[in-house]
């Protein structure tokens, strides 16, 4: 349900304009006329996000014109404005190029604010395209420059950009906290655009998580709040939420007006790709309505915008959507056609990935290479200053012959030296293109299958799950007996989403820290404190573990023990207290499970499967599992990882 808005991205920026007129006199004397115009056009060109991105072009034109003979941080700020527009119109691959250029010019820079703009531009960038590992870093880094010059609104709007990041990761407690954190930041900017992505994503949250009505209400509040500010991008968003919780709460008139709304705003600001998404919308609107005419119509529409603009996953989403529509027509030559042509698009898209990834390393070697040339550069202008010295005396000649000796031959090392270091660099430069090239193939297929699971087994399951809600509330069912299988059927399918999220977590990292094996403990030990609210539950991780890296096998199968462990505590022990401690013992980790519950005698008990899966797991990643359990005395399960 979360719309690629075109005003989220951009409202990371605050306005520096503000920040310079708040400096001293002295300050504003020091900046020239021409400083002074490029100042009060960035602060204009800010002022126009999420309401014309044509008069952006126009502003971010000329801050780049005025910037040719100015200093790296004026020309920085012409790159920020730059991003700001191709932000506006979701043109990423620009507004990364533009964002990092910045970067690159503030190395010397004390204007800490523009910083964050171009650390919160990139990590945007790498949200929009899935590399989130280096989002959330550029995102971080742009937060702890903001808590520093203690700017409130910077850092709101870091807290809810993170929020969105989480969200888009599936890892909703997180993304709720960031959030949070987000509106009580900006509790008195509630018309800032940094509030209103908070609140937006909070909608988009509590719409996944089934809270239909509490999304609704959020979205109303956002819709108002658009209304003051006059910004119909913002509003748009809004509007596609709203339209989104209709759709899936099974009130399709409702969701297609709203989404008609979305197209009609999309329109008017003529953002090819914002309107693509609005045919797809409709097109997945009229699966649910059983308009096949319109499911057809729309999804062309959509795929018809994308292309003008080369938005690949636009086409991508409408390919999917006609794939999944022909095969439950049984239409299987259609769905056969329009599956090549997704994956055509698909490869494409990847392929663009692995472009920009090797034009970072030709950046890097482009630069050894211009050093190189200055450095020849250098030294024939030695030898010219050293041919004019010998004419002035025989002696001098004789000299300065010997010292040319002297200094070709150290040239001639030097020279051979930086051939052989380059042939190093080279050589290490392929090796470690081959290295991404097979790491992206590997990661590609662990994202097709996490991608399969959730867009269709997950869907499925969602499916279900509302299938089954309104079976036992759109009918009048006086059966308990029914009824309650109904409501088993329910809890067993929200039970497998969950699973399934935990697996989708695994399949998409290559390696895990215990900072995120311990985050998705905590997790699932606040869901079992509410589902059991009479069990107390300590839960402690050694600090010294927190940087500790391990792979996914490993961490899957320990976060699926203690899972285990904790459910046969709640489930069997009739326990009223559980503990889960986890330490580090030279250089060995140590995990224990212990319960005060009913426990029992290991020599004649029938040790269950889940007993064995949990030995068989930590088996499997070498390490040791042992329980120790009396009858009355409660139950201890260590485990030794290495």
Not at 34 to 43: G, S
Not at 345 to 367: D, G, P, S
Request: with cysteine.
């Amino acid at each position: 349900m979360i719309r690629n808005s075109i005003a989220f991205v951009l409202v990371v920026l605050l306005s520096v304009s503000c920040q310079e007129k708040n400096k001293s006199k002295k300050e504003s004397i020091e900046h020239t006329k021409n400083q002074k115009q490029i100042i009060e056009w960035f602060r204009i060109a800010k002022s126009l996000r999420n309401k014309n991105h044509f008069l952006i072009k126009n502003y971010a034109d000329s801050i780049q014109s005025l910037t040719n003979n100015e200093t790296d941080e004026f020309k920085a700020i012409g790159h920020i404005a730059q991003g700001i527009y191709y932000n506006s119109i979701n043109n990423d691959s620009l507004s990364f190029k533009n964002y990092n250029t910045s970067l690159n010019l503030l190395k010397t820079s004390k204007t800490d604010s523009l910083f964050v703009s171009a650390y919160s531009g990139l990590g945007n960038y790498y949200k929009h395209t899935g590399d989130y590992e280096k989002s959330l870093k550029n995102l971080l880094t742009a937060l702890k420059i903001a808590e520093k010059i203690k700017d409130s609104v910077m850092i709101g709007g870091m807290y809810a950009n993170l929020g969105q990041l989480y969200l888009q990761k599936d890892e909703l407690d997180q993304a709720k906290h960031q959030l949070l954190s987000a509106t009580q930041y900006l509790k008195n900017h509630r018309t800032s655009p940094h509030y209103l992505i908070a609140i937006h994503t909070m909608a988009n949250l509590q719409g996944m998580s089934g809270n239909i009505n509490e999304a609704l209400k959020i979205d109303e509040e956002g819709l108002k709040l658009c209304e003051q500010i006059k910004s119909d991008n913002l509003k748009a968003t809004f509007l596609d939420n709203k339209a989104n919780c209709f759709m899936f709460s099974n009130r399709l008139d409702s969701a297609r007006y709203y989404f008609n709304e979305c197209l009609r705003l999309d329109l008017i600001s003529k953002n090819e790709k914002q309107i693509s998404d609005s045919y797809a919308n409709l097109a997945q609107l009229s699966i649910f309505s059983n308009r096949p005419s319109d499911v057809i119509s729309f999804a062309e529409k959509s795929i018809s915008t994308a292309e003008k603009v080369n938005y690949n996953p636009g086409i991508l989403k409408a390919y999917k959507l006609l794939i999944d529509f022909y095969r439950e027509k049984s239409d299987f030559k259609n769905a056969y056609e329009y599956t090549e042509k997704y994956n055509k698009v698909y490869k494409n898209l990847i392929n663009e990935r692995k472009e920009i990834a090797a034009a970072e390393f030709k950046t890097v070697y482009e630069t050894e290479k211009k050093e190189k040339e200055l450095l020849i550069s250098k030294n024939k202008i030695a030898e010219k200053e050293l041919q004019i010295k010998k004419k002035n005396t025989q002696f001098q000649i004789l000299s300065l012959v010997s010292l040319a000796l002297i200094v070709i031959g150290y040239l001639i090392y030097r020279q051979q030296k930086l051939k052989n270091q380059q042939q190093e660099q080279e050589f290490q430069l392929k090796s470690a293109i081959k290295e991404i090239e097979t790491q992206n193939q590997l990661h590609e297929q662990r994202l097709s299958i996490s991608r399969d699971l959730h867009d269709n087994i997950g869907a499925q399951l969602t499916f279900v799950i509302s299938s089954v809600d309104n079976l036992k509330y759109g009918n009048q069912i006086s059966d308990n007996k029914i009824v309650n299988q109904l409501t088993k059927i329910s809890d067993f399918t929200k039970s497998t989403i969950i699973e399934l999220r935990d697996t989708i977590w695994a399949m998409n990292k290559n390696e895990f820290s215990f900072d995120d094996l311990r985050s998705r403990i905590f997790n699932f030990i606040e869901k079992a404190k509410s589902a059991k609210e009479e069990v107390l539950f300590r839960f402690h991780v050694d600090h010294q573990l927190n940087d500790k890296k391990f792979t996914s096998l490993v961490g899957i199968n320990v976060y699926r023990t203690i899972q285990e462990a904790i459910n046969n505590a709640m489930k069997y022990a009739e326990a009223t207290a559980i503990t889960v401690e986890v330490q580090k013992i030279n250089n060995q980790i140590k995990i224990t499970i212990q319960d005060d519950g009913k426990g029992f005698d290991l020599d004649s008990a029938d040790l269950g499967n889940g007993i064995q899966n949990m030995k068989k797991r930590i088996a499997d990643v070498g390490g040791t599992f042992d329980l120790q359990s009396e009858l009355g005395n409660g139950t201890l399960i260590t485990i030794i990882i290495t």
